[in-house]
């Protein structure tokens, strides 16, 4: 290893490439690091991405390296890392895996619709693949039990069903879009409960804020409802233009003659078409709040507001905290 020769002075690997305060900066980054390209990487490029990353945060560097390995190099740590432990993240709950993932899982929930069975066989699945993803995400400096993952699990996964099954038998007689969207409440149910559920030692206990410099203040209860809310708001945005927008363009297209001949094929359309609104949904939803999220200290608790006074003044006026994905 040697000090940074081809890289430019000043280069700061954990600076942002685009402007986090801005929708569009959020954006760009986003459709870096859930790129679906990079759940093919294999482990062992993973773990030298995080080795340089490392070394490069150590100001050393194998000799030679460029600007652009660098950042190449970030980009598969911020996929494959989780940004408060440092800790390999589980393949199936990466923010790169929900563009395969969710096509699949959500094309099989829009086509299978109409029968209770295959309402409930794929809601589970769906929650299933829903607590990986959300446990994964937490915010990782609050841990949580077995048991409590447990009952998230069987609170969220009994939430979507009773929102599916019963919308199905009531919309028995409604008209058929009515009906092809049932999927959507379900899931727009299950994940009003099942975030929530999955992170609550964070409602529980608080998560740690910090001021801008990252100096921990403490813990605050109201920082991870603020968290936590703002995930639940961006999961049901990313689900909802593919379970709502794709039962209109599939209710259409069915009434064609050319379409009720394959209709075997309506399964493999909805999967692939979920895939197009899942490639920008998710960098999409992502990017609704900043990853590093705010709280005015007039918010906070006020044992905690009056404890950051005595010690700084008016010198921290907010703080700041990870709210996970």
């Keep these: 290893y040697t000090k940074m020769a081809t890289v430019s002075l000043g280069f700061n690997i954990d600076s942002p490439r685009w402007d986090q305060s801005t929708f569009v900066g959020r954006l760009k980054h986003f459709f870096n690091i859930t790129d679906p390209r990079t759940v093919l990487v294999?482990?062992?490029?993973?773990?030298?991405?995080?080795?340089?990353?490392?070394?490069?945060?150590?100001?050393?560097?194998?000799?030679?390296?460029?600007?652009?390995?660098?950042?190449?190099?970030?980009?598969?740590?911020?996929?494959?890392?989780?940004?408060?432990?440092?800790?390999?993240?589980?393949?199936?709950?990466?923010?790169?895996?929900?563009?395969?993932?969710?096509?699949?899982i959500t094309g099989c929930m829009l086509q299978f619709y109409r029968t209770v069975p295959a309402v409930v066989f794929w809601q589970w699945v769906n929650q299933s693949f829903n607590a990986f993803v959300n446990y994964t995400n937490r915010n990782a400096a609050s841990p949580i039990s077995l048991r409590q993952i447990g009952v998230a699990y069987v609170t969220a996964t009994g939430a979507a069903l009773a929102t599916a099954v019963g919308l199905n038998l009531y919309t028995k007689r409604a008209p058929p879009l009515l009906a092809r969207w049932v999927p959507f409440a379900a899931v727009a149910a299950a994940n009003c409960v099942n975030i929530p559920m999955m992170r609550q030692q964070e409602i529980i206990n608080g998560i740690t804020v910090t001021d801008e410099n990252n100096?921990?203040?403490?813990?605050?209860?109201?920082?991870?409802?603020?968290?936590?809310?703002?995930?639940?708001?961006?999961?049901?945005?990313?689900?909802?233009?593919?379970?709502?927008?794709?039962?209109?363009?599939?209710?259409?297209?069915?009434?064609?003659?050319?379409m009720q001949r394959i209709r075997v094929l309506h399964g493999p359309l909805q999967v692939l078409l979920c895939g197009g609104f899942l490639l920008f949904m998710v960098p999409a939803a992502c990017a609704l709040f900043?990853?590093?999220?705010?709280?005015?200290?007039?918010?906070?608790?006020?044992?905690?507001?009056?404890?950051?006074?005595?010690?700084?003044?008016?010198?921290?006026?907010?703080?700041?905290?990870?709210?996970?994905?």
């Design 42 to 104: 294999p482990e062992e490029e993973l773990d030298r991405a995080k080795a340089l990353v490392e070394g490069c945060r150590a100001g050393l560097v194998p000799p030679g390296s460029s600007q652009e390995q660098l950042l190449y190099a970030k980009k598969l740590y911020d996929s494959a890392f989780h940004p408060d432990s440092g800790e390999k993240m589980n393949f199936i709950g990466r923010m790169s895996f929900q563009v395969p993932g969710g096509m699949a």
């Design 290 to 325: 900043p990853q590093r999220c705010s709280l005015a200290l007039a918010d906070l608790e006020v044992e905690l507001r009056d404890s950051i006074t005595a010690k700084h003044g008016d010198k921290v006026p907010y703080v700041y905290f990870n709210k996970g994905l």
């Design 215 to 258: 100096n921990e203040l403490g813990r605050s209860r109201r920082a991870a409802v603020k968290g936590i809310a703002q995930v639940v708001i961006s999961r049901i945005t990313m689900a909802a233009p593919g379970m709502i927008i794709l039962p209109i363009i599939m209710e259409r297209l069915e009434k064609f003659t050319f």
